[in-house]
């Protein structure tokens, strides 16, 4: 019965899969055979052969005396014959050693050095913000309390340029006397790449000036600096400190305040050797 | 089956090997329907690798930009990635492409799920013990790599959701001291999103992993095979026997057909509950994520500890910084794998049993290993729950962040409650029931008209002794 079953699901499947295929009829009929062949040699071997229950001793544990004391006998043989060549075994273990130091050295090749990479991104100062559709931002054009991802003029998309321009009541904002003149017309800008694993930062709550992240809710407060006030996020979204150029068009004073992202090891000290500054 | 006898004397006449055959056509399989767990992981196994074999030939690893010409409107004229583009390839011109893709997906679910099961059974009934404590080592190693396999062909179709994934990733690498950005960069080929993580990511999923998966799977079976399989305890039972059917034909058969059901069922899920609808996430970019962004269930319990820990887990030393992913992602799992991994070995310092052990345990036997146990999945529960809270949040209606309290606290209080619940349980069931098959002999004790003693046997029903008393102690 299950077997004839299989045998017409079989041929149905075949059938589907010539004239064209379609997902869910293909796995139906294939669980049919396949559950229809299993159901069937299940029932076979429960029901039409006899219950053949058997006991038999079992042999865990070690083996038997002699075999054992014959192995150790022929290992501790082996020993003392290697022990008499003490020079040659320190030279084999020195050779394996330095082979194995070598070999490490393609594995270093798998990854390039992080270098100055995580310091940096492509903003340059005077670099004018790039909209998600490709616009350039002008000064007039966001309304208060909007919200919108900008990116460097020249590299539209780049996952670490990316940043988050809003337009605040600029009498509300409280940032470091140091940024102050970095935010013309309540216009802060901010990485938009969460500082605890990196995700884009995508929700703005307008009410309370929030920016939080959807993967693990770190919440910024934007007014303050982006100081992180809800969540794992530990330290505040480096900002883009923001100008107006003569055309009336958005553009950064330079790169981020900080380096952008997730945090590591080295974050505070600046890339070792690239003469750049520790930011 | 003239024709396997057949067979079997042709091979014989070449190689021999009829004692080996005779030995293994005999094996003894004990039967309990708990023992099918790991042969359902090892089924879904095979199929992930027939499955597999198959999307290999349509899938393509690489970053490389193309614009989206195929059936699905939405997506006609999108740029995406050429790994995208062929997963949709693989799901809309493919045919038979969907239903195989969803069956992978699904068997890897499973798959991960039947091991998880299946150890949670070795747990509880003991059978870890000596001298198969080797093989629980090796087991949960097969359990790691069945992550790892999971993690990387979940990045594959280079979708927005697992963009999400495999960013959290890089970031947790990146927060290790001292060889955080190498190895971020090591693994990843540069600074997230490396074009180059696709290949590397393929090279792992398709031969490095399943190539290790294999190598541990047949170390694990072959211990099974010569260690023989535990079994309960009942009549006629003993640590030196071994009872059951024998491989041919009744185990084998019954084997062979349960192989089969867990292909059906697994193609009935492939075919009929669609599984990481990457169309509907859309290619990844990288300014974008999903919300909500839940990775697979195996991942769930790291995603809660990343979402609930306190940020003040960051910290520097030395003018270097400790970045918070490092406590949450890395040093926490990192320590419950250990605990996990070592448990045979801490289990026997403190219980001081070095004996060797065939017959399983009641949970309610040990009842310190079970309630340690439940409370180890209630904190992997709450962990995963906490690892889903914005779904939760608004399937409860909610805030989010008013649940998370609410899961800080379940957190500290939850295991410890379920662990002293699970431990009165068994103690209670354990005091007042009796083995069902092998009852403790219970003696009464009479004085007799010459003033000595004579014994009476005692029939009474289970659960009529003097409550709080073992069994044991009553005779």
Redesign the interface.
Known sequence: MAFSLAILAGLGLAIV?WR??Q??????L?????????????????QL?P????????H??PSADEDREAVEGSLSEGEERLARRTLLGRLLIGAAGALGLAALFP??S?????GD??YRTPWRAGMRLRD?TGRLVKVDELEQDSFT?V?PETAP????G?AVLIRVDPSALRLPADRADGAPEGYVCYS?VCT?????I?LYLAATHELR??????TFDVLSGAE?V??????PLPQLLLEVDDDDYLVAQGDFTGPI?????????GPEGSGVDPL | MKLVRKGVEEIDDRVGGASFLKRSLGKVFPDHWAFMLGEVALYSFVLLVLTGVFLTFFYEPSTREVTYDGPYPPLQGEQMSAAYESVMRISYEVRAGLVMRQIHHWSALVFVAAILVHMLRVFFTGAFRKPRDINWTVGFTLLLLGMGAGFTGYSLPDDLLSGTGIRIGYSALLSIPVIGEWAAFLFFGGEYPAPAFLRRFYALHIMIIPGLLIGAMTVHLMLVWRQKHTEFDGPGRSEHTVTGTRLWPNYGMKALGLMFVVFGTLSLLGGLFQVNPIWLYGPFVPYSASSPAQPDWYMGWIEGLVRLAPNWTEFSVFGYLVAEPFIPAVVLPGIFITIVALWPVLERRFTGDHEMHNLLQRPRDAPIRTALGVAGVTIMAVLTLAGSNDVLAKFLQIEVDTLNEVFKWLLLLAPPAAGYLTYRICRELRDRDEHPIRRPRRVRVRWNAEGGFDDVEDDAPPGAGSPGTRPEERV
């Open positions: 899969y064209g295929g997902t869910q009829i293909e796995g139906a294939l669980a049919v055979a396949l559950i229809g062949i299993g159901g069937g040699l299940i029932y076979w071997s429960k052969m219950p053949a229950e058997v006991t038999e001793p079992r865990t544990g594995i270093r798998l990854g390039p050095s992080p990479t995580l998600e991802t990116f998309g780049s996952a670490d990316q938009k605890h694993l990196g995700c884009p995508g992240c959807p993967c693990h809710q770190s992180p809800y969540g794992p996020a530990a330290r992202g997730p945090g590591y090891w080295t974050i505070d000290k």
